[in-house]
């Protein structure tokens, strides 16, 4: 690791590069096009800034660098390098296909066929069953425009309260808790160029060295001027690598962890008491939970031995300035808002939080993360991250709507009670799908597929053939990424721009002309004004602006013009002369009183530990060179070269144990379910803990095995910890 640091020290040309591939990016080349697109990767939430040019004779377009876009500088990983890969007509859909009869095979159809057929099935499902029995299931890829136009689409033309999306999968633990600390939810209260200027950061559960590896710049810049890096993670990962102190806690040891931790703050006489008293409240209850997780105590449930407890603790507690980072690792659990409660107790006890370079944030993960969670895709939310049962709220959407408040909906299902339900008695019937690979990526995904399977109607809007598309009675092919204007909002709450670089195959249509097509057919409310479905971006985005205005997401002053003119725009801008907000809290927080507030939380176990049955912890997540279900990467011969296939990363010791050599095929079994890949033998995971990448479909499906226990308030699944049984496939007791 050491090179990769010196590389950047010291600007070797030949070592930046092999520290570049080290960290699977790609700095490309500075050659500009006349006629290059800026624009921003597909993917995930760093929302990387790239100059689209060419065409070249291996795709429609040419991915260069755009060193100017302050987040990534000119620097992307390899998924956003060969991210044109998927414009090619060889590997997506370039027309609707529809299945005749269930069990039937997928054919060509035209469009107006498809939408026929769609609005038939979504009407037919509604007459008989009720609005409520036809669902949709958004995605947090999708534009702000797609996704706010998806919410208004289920609320006003189909009357169903059962909206909700795979980003209930991702961060909702850490926004549930944001809420409930601070009083509002944006991943990171500050900008990722404040990193380099704290203290001490704890990144929890977080490997943006594989997730988002031009953000690791941040934390090396952060070492290089001084500053304590600590990474919490059950494996040796490239992050923890980088790290000055790494814990390495069993899966689901975060809570107890970060309660010990304050412990010894209070212990230690760290408490910024002057801070507690003037900014926050609840505290009293919060250090007595602490002071019930004394070390040896947290030694016992995490693993982590109490002199590292205590190092941890002074490094944090001593810091003049510190923020604490988590992602998925501690918030995919049923007990993950409590868990980033207590991390966001920890920051508050220690005076870092609202004030320059300290503060909590989430990571969030996928390239709108941050937007779509906020313009209504979910299932309790209007647009501007409001309430839908907050009457004040329903009236301000609905006027910018035209429609009467009483006619939208309550709060529906959570994303995995919805797709539980499917096809039951008063569950959803009817399912309209854009932006997610739930057959693949949700918990228990066995069962989830038998449920898709079962509705009266599933249709698909995708840019590829995902394995749940394969599952659909209709499939509608729309535009991706460098084919339309759209806006995203980045880790940072910054809203930024992607522009249409090339024209869509002709059999391809946007989703929000899909949308307006559907909407024709459905029938909207009387008095629905005519253009009430925009399908330019910029028009659904200023109606957006409109129905923002006023709410925690507040993005009336951001404007396509603005954007491009400044970076990206910072919610919440609530005025066209209001310069975005980069930095939140440091003179408030968003709570009624102004204060954050305390959670004062305890440790509990997962919802399933470990037994003589299913001795070990499986923990599931993210490999550099392949994104989430891998609908989109595993069509990209590069990315699969580097990241073939599925296997079951466990200890050395543990090998022995079970007899099981590198590489020799491995069966995991869990109460839910068993999957066959094989093993990586490495001394960076903890003997009592496996660890499986979800990112494909089949034997080696990950989440054939996970939990779907939902944690009570965020309603998330417990991804990151089930227990199950390992042996080698060959010998594998038979059930
Ligand atoms: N290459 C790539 N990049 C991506 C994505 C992708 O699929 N591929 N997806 C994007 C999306 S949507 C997201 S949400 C982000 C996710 O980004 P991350 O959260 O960084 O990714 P994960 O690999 O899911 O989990 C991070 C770490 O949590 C650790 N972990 C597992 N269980 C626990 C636990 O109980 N406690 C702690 N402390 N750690 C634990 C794992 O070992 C893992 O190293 O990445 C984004 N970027
Ligand atoms: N075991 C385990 N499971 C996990 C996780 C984990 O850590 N462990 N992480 C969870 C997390 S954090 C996430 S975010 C989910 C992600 O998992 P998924 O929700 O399955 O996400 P993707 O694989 O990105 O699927 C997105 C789909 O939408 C398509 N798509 C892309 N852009 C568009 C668009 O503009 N419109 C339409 N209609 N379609 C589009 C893509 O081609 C792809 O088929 O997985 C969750 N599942
Ligand atoms: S880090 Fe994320 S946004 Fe940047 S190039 Fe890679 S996938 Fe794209
Ligand atoms: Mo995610």
């Keep these: 690791m050491s090179e990769a640091y010196r590389a950047r020290n010291i600007g070797d040309p030949v070592a930046k590069q092999r520290a570049a591939t080290f960290l699977g990016?790609?700095?490309?080349?500075?050659?500009?096009?006349?006629?290059?697109?800026?624009?921003?990767?597909?993917?995930?939430?760093?929302?990387?800034?790239?100059?689209?040019?060419?065409?070249?004779?291996?795709?429609?377009?040419?991915?260069?660098?755009?060193?100017?876009?302050?987040?990534?500088?000119?620097?992307?990983?390899?998924?956003?390098?060969?991210?044109?890969?998927?414009?090619?007509?060889?590997?997506?859909?370039?027309?609707?296909?529809?299945?005749?009869?269930?069990?039937?095979?997928?054919?060509?159809?035209?469009?107006?066929?498809?939408?026929?057929r769609v609005a038939a099935g979504l009407a037919r499902v509604r007459a008989e069953h009720g609005p409520d029995a036809v669902g949709v299931f958004g995605g947090g890829g999708l534009t702000n425009e797609k996704a706010y136009l998806l919410g208004k689409f289920a609320r006003v033309v189909l009357g169903t309260a059962n909206i909700d999306y795979n980003g209930r999968f991702c961060?909702?633990?850490?926004?549930?808790?944001?809420?409930?600390?601070?009083?509002?939810?944006?991943?990171?209260?500050?900008?990722?160029?404040?990193?380099?200027?704290?203290?001490?950061?704890?990144?929890?559960?977080?490997?943006?060295?594989?997730?988002?590896?031009?953000?690791?710049?941040?934390?090396?810049?952060?070492?290089?001027?001084?500053?304590?890096?600590?990474?919490?993670?059950?494996?040796?990962t490239r992050t923890a690598e980088l790290a000055d102190l790494h814990l390495q806690p069993r899966p689901g040891g975060d809570l107890a962890l970060a309660l010990?931790?304050?412990?010894?703050?209070?212990?230690?006489?760290?408490?910024?008491?002057?801070?507690?008293?003037?900014?926050?409240?609840?505290?009293?209850?919060?250090?007595?939970?602490?002071m019930a997780h004394w070390p040896d105590r947290v030694e016992r449930i995490t693993g982590v031995p109490v002199h590292r407890l205590r190092e941890a603790a002074r490094l944090f507690g001593e810091a003049e300035t510190g923020m604490v980072l988590t992602a998925r690792g501690p918030e995919q659990h049923s007990k993950g808002t409590d868990t980033v409660g207590a991390w966001i107790d920890l920051c508050l006890a220690t005076g870092k939080a609202g004030r320059p370079y300290s503060g909590y944030g989430c990571l969030t993960g996928q390239g709108n993360g941050q937007g779509g969670r906020e313009h209504g895709q979910k299932a309790d939310q209007l647009p501007g991250y409001r309430s839908i049962e907050d009457p004040a709220a329903r009236e301000h959407v609905a006027a910018v709507w035209g429609?009467?408040?009483?006619?939208?909906?309550?709060?529906?299902?959570?994303?995995?009670?919805?797709?539980?339900?499917?096809?039951?008695?008063?569950?959803?019937?009817?399912?309209?799908?854009?932006?997610?690979?739930?057959?693949?990526?949700?918990?228990?995904?066995?069962?989830?597929?038998?449920?898709?399977?079962?509705?009266?109607?599933?249709?698909?809007?995708?840019?590829?053939?995902?394995?749940?598309?394969?599952?659909?009675?209709?499939?509608?092919?729309?535009t991706q990424w460098a084919e339309e204007d759209g806006t995203t909002t980045n880790l940072e709450g910054r809203v930024i721009l992607r522009r249409r670089a090339l024209d869509p195959p002709e059999g391809v249509r946007s989703e929000l002309w899909v949308l307006r097509e559907l909407a024709a057919r459905l029938g909207v409310p009387e008095g629905f004004p005519a253009d009430g479905f925009p399908v330019e971006a910029e028009q659904a985005f200023d109606e957006l602006r409109r129905a923002s205005a006023g709410g925690d997401a507040d993005y009336a002053g951001i404007s396509y013009a603005r954007i491009a003119a400044e970076d990206g725009v910072f919610w919440p801008c609530p005025a066209e002369d209001h310069p975005g907000t980069r930095r939140l809290f440091l003179d408030r927080f968003a709570t009624p009183d102004g204060r954050a507030r305390f959670a004062a939380v305890t440790h509990r176990p997962a919802d399933e530990e470990p037994d003589a049955a299913y001795p070990l912890y499986l923990t599931t997540g993210r490999v550099l060179s392949q994104y989430q279900s891998g609908a989109q990467t595993r069509r990209v011969a590069e990315l699969n070269a580097a990241a073939p296939g599925p296997y079951v990363e466990m200890h050395p010791r543990l090998a022995e144990r079970l007899g099981i050599a590198d590489g020799e095929p491995v069966a995991v079994t869990?109460?839910?379910?068993?999957?066959?890949?094989?093993?990586?033998?490495?001394?960076?995971?903890?003997?009592?803990?496996?660890?499986?990448?979800?990112?494909?479909?089949?034997?080696?499906?990950?989440?054939?095995?996970?939990?779907?226990?939902?944690?009570?308030?965020?309603?998330?699944?417990?991804?990151?910890?089930?227990?199950?049984?390992?042996?080698?496939?060959?010998?594998e007791a038979t059930p």
């Design 171 to 236: 961060m909702s633990s850490a926004a549930a808790a944001h809420r409930r600390a601070f009083g509002l939810d944006r991943g990171l209260p500050f900008p990722l160029e404040d990193i380099p200027h704290t203290g001490c950061l704890v990144l929890v559960g977080a490997n943006p060295a594989e997730t988002m590896p031009p953000a690791v710049r941040y934390f090396r810049e952060l070492r290089e001027t001084g500053g304590t890096l600590i990474v919490v993670d059950p494996r040796r």
């Design 260 to 290: 010990g931790l304050l412990h010894l703050v209070v212990a230690d006489g760290l408490v910024d008491e002057e801070f507690v008293a003037r900014r926050t409240t609840g505290f009293e209850q919060a250090r007595a939970s602490a």
């Design 670 to 731: 869990s109460r839910r379910g068993r999957a066959v890949a094989p093993a990586r033998i490495t001394d960076a995971i903890r003997p009592d803990t496996v660890f499986m990448p979800f990112h494909w479909a089949g034997a080696g499906r990950a989440n054939s095995l996970t939990n779907p226990a939902l944690d009570p308030v965020s309603r998330m699944p417990e991804f990151k910890l089930c227990a199950v049984r390992v042996e080698p496939a060959q010998k």
């Design 25 to 116: 990016m790609t700095l490309t080349s500075t050659a500009a096009l006349a006629a290059a697109t800026d624009t921003h990767c597909p993917y995930c939430s760093l929302q990387c800034g790239m100059r689209l040019g060419g065409p070249t004779a291996d795709a429609p377009v040419e991915v260069l660098e755009r060193p100017d876009f302050p987040v990534n500088r000119g620097a992307l990983c390899g998924k956003g390098r060969s991210a044109p890969a998927l414009l090619a007509r060889d590997v997506r859909l370039t027309g609707p296909l529809l299945r005749d009869h269930p069990g039937g095979p997928l054919r060509s159809a035209g469009w107006p066929e498809a939408l026929d």
């Design 403 to 478: 429609v009467d408040p009483a006619t939208i909906p309550g709060p529906g299902k959570s994303a995995y009670e919805l797709l539980d339900g499917l096809g039951e008695p008063g569950g959803v019937k009817a399912l309209l799908l854009a932006g997610s690979n739930p057959a693949v990526s949700a918990p228990n995904a066995g069962h989830v597929t038998e449920r898709l399977r079962s509705l009266d109607l599933l249709v698909v809007a995708d840019l590829v053939l995902s394995e749940t598309a394969r599952l659909a009675d209709v499939v509608l092919p729309v």
